[in-house]
């Protein structure tokens, strides 16, 4: 029998995994305390509870060892009701708006330089498309997590449109990797984030029993990151077959329509502006993109890859999976705010990921406050310094692997 414990209540699960809509997720926290990772995942969503509900429960049992600090995670209950009280969980239509018509802007202002006729002009149309499909990446992110207008199925058709015009791959696909490295922040075995083999590897504990290392690709791993991981081979893997499979295998129409849509039209718009064929237009639409991967996965990686990973038999709580494993990176900054779509908060939105995440920056004072009186181990660095410390990580593991 599989069971988790929720709210003071053991369920048995057995028959459900295969059945649970987040995918193998689950399997992460049999015989855990999962309180707080499905607060924190499903508090906007009705289904959940009925679903949660609906499953047997064990009756006759204890409840899992604590071996974390009890009064801390009483307290921080405490907190996050204060925090619920004062509004930091309701998301705003302005901001929303803002944010979508940011976007738009960004859209129009690309296409305009594509029709002016001298390539400079053509190149920084190539890089402000790029940071408009990054910024949709920004934006499909958090309408992943339901945090961008609190409408459910308003935010599922935002992510699909924003993830699908903007970055031609899926939003369902994005969510099933991207909870899971909620859920198990750097876990080993766990974390989709640490799974990123053969091409890139932030641990040497991460290479399990992976087959495929080369040890001359490792050691220049940080050179070739950005340039050749991050703008061609993760974004040509995920825009021409592991997100289209997705969509194929699942019939997500709707999905697939946005997807579509990116390719056919993007194409079509860089056709008009420059007088280019169907063929080159698309070829400089592909060039957009690895200026998406390089803005997009480049940032992703500059709050998780150089911390501690988590041993497979290890079960940390919410709290010190957030904190020990993370770092938020110059919050008080509004351009860096800006540039990272919020997610230079990262401690805050693992802690409240269906929180907006542009009320992160405030609360990190709280939490840097929190942290403290319980002294726990909060981290928050600058802009350039956790660059530097993503590629010093990249560098050593990379020397590491090839000298054993």
């Not at 071996?67 to 009280?85: C, K, T």
């Not at 390539?119 to 790029?130: A, M, Q, R």
């Not at 899971?180 to 932030?202: E, I, N, S």
């Not at 993760?234 to 021409?240: D, P």
Request: aromatic share 16%; with cysteine; charged share 20%.
């Amino acid at each position: 029998m599989n069971k988790i414990y929720i709210e003071d209540k053991w369920y048995d699960i057995t028959n459900f995994i295969k059945r649970h809509p987040g995918g193998s997720i689950i399997k992460s926290y049999i015989d855990q305390d999962a309180t707080m990772v499905y607060r924190e995942m499903h508090s906007r969503s009705k289904k959940a509870k009925n679903v949660l509900h609906s499953l047997p429960v064990i009756e006759d049992t204890d409840p899992p060892i604590m071996e974390s600090n009890r009064n801390m995670l009483i307290d921080f209950d405490r907190w996050r009701l204060s925090l619920h009280d004062r509004g930091f969980f309701k998301p705003s239509k302005r901001h929303a708006a803002y944010r979508i018509c940011e976007l738009v802007g960004l859209f129009i202002l690309a296409s305009w330089f594509m029709s002016l006729d001298t390539i400079p002009y053509k190149l920084l149309s190539v890089f402000i498309y790029g940071i408009f499909g990054g910024r949709c990446g920004w934006v499909q992110h958090e309408a992943g997590h339901r945090s961008f207008t609190g409408d459910i199925k308003m935010d599922d058709i935002i992510q699909k449109a924003t993830i699908g015009f903007g970055l031609l791959t899926s939003g369902p696909m994005w969510n099933s990797m991207h909870n899971k490295h909620h859920a198990t922040t750097q876990k080993l075995g766990h974390d989709m984030d640490l799974d990123t083999m053969p091409f890139v590897l932030f641990h040497p504990q991460a290479v399990g029993e992976n087959k495929n290392i080369s040890k001359w690709w490792l050691r220049f791993q940080a050179w070739t990151f950005l340039p050749m991981t991050s703008g061609v081979f993760v974004m040509l893997f995920w825009i021409y077959y592991l997100h289209p499979r997705k969509i194929i295998r699942d019939k997500d129409y709707i999905q697939g329509f946005f997807t579509l849509l990116g390719h056919v039209s993007r194409t079509y718009v860089i056709h008009k502006a420059s007088g280019y064929s169907y063929l080159e237009s698309y070829l400089w639409l592909t060039s957009c993109m690895y200026v998406s991967g390089i803005y997009l996965f480049g940032h992703f990686s500059t709050s998780h890859t150089f911390m501690p990973v988590v041993q497979k038999t290890s079960n940390p709580t919410w709290v010190e999976y957030s904190l020990n494993h993370t770092v938020d990176i110059d919050t008080e900054n509004p351009v860096v705010s800006w540039i990272m779509g919020y997610l230079n908060c990262q401690c805050v939105h693992h802690l409240f990921p269906q929180m907006p995440q542009f009320r992160q920056p405030q609360v990190t004072r709280e939490l840097a406050l929190f942290a403290k009186k319980w002294n726990l181990n909060y981290k928050q660095v600058g802009y350039f310094e956790a660059w530097y410390l993503t590629f010093k990580n990249m560098n050593d593991v990379g020397k590491y692997i090839s000298n054993i």
